[in-house]
């Protein structure tokens, strides 16, 4: 026992030294289940960054900063807290994740807080976490729900739509964001006929294309996720003539959603977190055919990462305690901007004591509890592409 | 027309999706009131039986369709369907040959076979999901459907629009020709006639010169035959996930049991009431009834009975009815 310990002290001071070392950084997303799809190229976003800053050699004298990735399943709170776990046994001095909203808060609750470890979530948007207890240790780099669904119902006016069915899928993300779209829409003068949840996974939804086409409305709001039963529902309601055109929130871009329902689904609109300009254009120059930069909570990620690295290099410390509170200061002014790219240059600033307001791929500008501000991107389904239309 | 337009939403949204799911919990119905009958115990590997059926049949949809055999506006499907059958049936007469015999033979009570059917049906769930993943999977081909809401409002000048899948059509037509088979076989056939008999009374039938074996090998035979059509079509008509099959048994039991267990006319009725309960019962009628009412009485609320989250809840309820009330169901079939 008494070596354990003195080992483990020991251990303790290697981390906190100075010199050339390997900082691993946890990326905990859901690899399967409801948005397997988008993870993959989530995870290479944030790996691109850790290279990056790797490859400078400007990181805290130099060290390396590694990815090791797990899985949340996206649903499945059991998988991501013993996997929230594995990682702290692996000694990450951060973790990138959680990804969907449930299981965001479970981690946050059953590991992160016990373990004092930090978290930045980059695609955890439900509300109820802005509210939620986490001795400053919870910071995303996506926005809170309550956000997207003021710019959902400023699309939905400017289109001139009256009333709209709304369905979610049942669970944290898809109750949170229904309610946010309905409080908006209903503030802005618009009628919700019905809001009815769906659950995901089963094969038939005729019953509750039913009943949404009973309540009627100028289109339907799925707010849900692409590979599940917004995807059934969609179908079905397609397939009923109940509706032609869908609103469609964060969970239900991307490139599948186009491909499995066709060209029935051209005129559909929505829209994802996420900006434009410099930033993303640079960071989908740097991808290259790696990976699709653009797609959705990719570019969250990789600024995710970026802030960890940023902030240890401020604490000059690996220990969470110490560089947590660091995440606001590089996140937001004053200071130089940085885009992605020049995560090098931002390194050298710090480290010559100066400022550094990260700009990152997202437009990262992190308020209150530490959450993003907000930029949405426009989407509009034409001729079987989501194609960016706005950025609000 | 208000009239009409009522017609037209209540027949899209209520009577086309109750009748093809109806036509597929008959199909599964028949099987398990004919397991129930003659072999005597309820079969819980059925919904598992009816993924594997279906999973041959796609596989072997996607090899015809590979080498570029279509039935046009048909699905593939249709033509890999006897294969299907063939490899389920085969697979019914092993399961058979190796577990269920050895305990037919020991004349076990009813409940340690329904506990062995349990065993089974987690070792087909395994085989399916070891084969073709957990996923969903797309087969279907051909037309779409035979009538499109947007042409149907087109061509009417309704307000509302009606559409019919193929996968709708099929269902129903397949049905129809699979029940009419089953009730010739049953009744004018050497074998089918024998089957009752044993069914009625398996001593007096052995005494009477019937051979057991065979009349459980027919039997296997035709449920291979059921559980494929009904799970291919059910694939065709929704989506092929394996765990919407094991989902499907308690509609089919319930479909069985209100029928009367053992009964196969009992079974389809079962099969088109539990459908038709589940539907209506979820069903918001506000459109309807707005079209109906005069406007001072047109409803502001959804005027829906039970959420749609209930809805297998539904076939539950139905199940306690008859089971308290009836229990030989409808059609006086074993009381369970």
């Known amino acids: 026992m008494k070596k354990l310990l003195m080992a483990t002290a020991a251990m303790a001071l290697t981390t906190s030294a100075a010199y050339a070392e390997d900082v691993k950084l946890g990326i905990l997303i859901g690899f399967t289940g409801p948005i397997e799809s988008l993870t993959e190229a989530m995870a290479s976003g944030a790996e691109l960054a850790m290279k990056e800053v790797t490859d400078s050699g400007a990181f805290m004298d130099g060290s390396s900063v590694t990815g090791v990735r797990a899985d949340t399943g996206c649903i499945d709170n059991g998988l991501s807290t013993s996997n929230a776990e594995r990682l702290i046994a692996d000694g990450v001095a951060g973790i990138i994740g959680g990804d969907c909203s449930g299981v965001t808060g479970a981690i946050l609750q059953n590991v992160a807080i016990p373990n004092g470890m930090v978290m930045i979530s980059p695609s955890a948007t439900s509300p109820g976490l802005s509210t939620v207890e986490d001795n400053d240790l919870f910071f995303r780099t996506a926005p809170s729900d309550a956000r997207e669904g003021q710019v959902m119902a400023e699309i939905l006016m400017d289109k001139g739509i009256k009333s709209i069915a709304l369905t979610y899928t049942n669970n944290d993300y898809g109750k949170g964001l229904a309610d946010a779209i309905k409080t908006s829409f209903e503030a802005a003068g618009g009628e919700v006929t019905i809001m009815a949840a769906h659950e995901d996974g089963k094969a038939d939804y005729s019953a509750e294309v039913g009943a949404l086409a009973a309540a009627g409305g100028d289109i339907l709001v799925v707010a849900g996720y692409l590979d599940q039963g917004g995807l059934g529902i969609i179908k079905s309601a397609l397939d009923t003539g109940a509706f032609d055109t869908f609103g469609l929130p964060g969970g239900m871009i991307g490139d599948s959603l186009p491909e499995n329902v066709g060209p029935d689904l051209n005129g559909s609109f929505g829209q994802i977190a996420g900006s434009g300009g410099e930033g993303i254009e640079k960071l989908t120059e740097m991808a290259g055919s790696a990976f699709d930069a653009t797609s959705p909570y990719t570019p969250e990620s990789y600024d995710a990462a970026a802030l960890f690295m940023f902030a240890m290099q401020a604490a000059k410390s690996t220990d969470p305690a110490a560089y947590g509170p660091k995440i606001l200061e590089v996140a937001n002014a004053p200071g130089e901007k940085i885009y992605p790219g020049e995560l090098a240059k931002g390194l050298k600033i710090i480290a010559e004591g100066g400022d550094i307001d990260y700009v990152g791929a997202s437009a990262v500008e992190l308020i209150g509890p530490g959450e993003s501000a907000g930029s949405y991107r426009e989407i509009e389904v034409k001729d079987g592409k989501n194609e960016t239309v706005n950025f609000r | ?336």
């Open chain 2, 1 to 336: 027309m208000d009239l009409l337009n009522a017609i037209v939403a209540l027949t899209n949204f209520v009577i086309v999706p109750a009748v093809s799911y109806g036509s597929q919990l008959a199909l599964g119905a028949l099987g398990v009131t004919l397991i129930y009958g003659i072999l005597r115990f309820s079969n819980f590997a059925h919904g598992d039986t009816m993924a594997f059926g279906a999973m041959v049949t796609i596989l072997f949809t996607w090899w015809f369709q590979g080498m570029g055999l279509t039935l046009g506006p048909l699905p593939t499907a249709l033509l890999a369907l006897p294969f299907g059958i063939a490899v389920t049936a085969l697979l019914l007469i092993g399961t058979d040959r190796v577990v269920y015999r050895f305990y037919r033979e020991q004349k076990a009570k009813p409940v340690i076979l329904v506990i062995v059917s349990l065993g089974v049906m987690f070792i087909m769930n395994g085989i399916v999901r070891f084969i073709i993943g957990p996923d969903d999977q797309q087969f279907a081909d051909g037309a779409r459907f035979i009538v499109s809401a947007r042409d149907f409002k087109e061509w009417s000048g309704l307000d509302e629009g009606l559409a019919i899948k193929t996968s709708q059509g099929l269902t129903v037509i397949t049905t129809i020709i699979a029940v009419a088979l089953l009730f010739w076989f049953l009744n004018r056939t050497r074998t089918g006639k024998s089957m009752r008999a044993y069914s009625d009374n398996e001593d007096l039938a052995l005494l009477s010169g019937i051979n057991p074996e065979r009349v459980v090998m027919y039997t296997w035979l035709i449920v291979a035959a059921l559980t494929t059509v009904a799970g291919v079509l059910y694939g065709l008509d929704k989506s092929f996930k394996p765990f919407t099959y094991f989902q499907l048994l308690l509609p089919i039991f319930a479909s069985a049991i209100v029928g009367g267990l053992g009964s196969p006319l009992g079974a389809i009725a079962g099969g088109f009431v539990i459908a038709f309960s589940e539907v209506t019962i979820t069903y918001a009628w506000k459109k309807v009834l707005g079209y109906l009412l005069p406007d001072a009485l047109e409803p502001s609320g959804l005027v829906q009975l039970l959420s749609t989250d209930y809805k297998f809840a539904v076939s539950f309820v139905i199940l306690l009815i008859v089971l308290l009330f009836r229990p030989t169901g409808l059609f006086r079939g074993k009381s369970v």
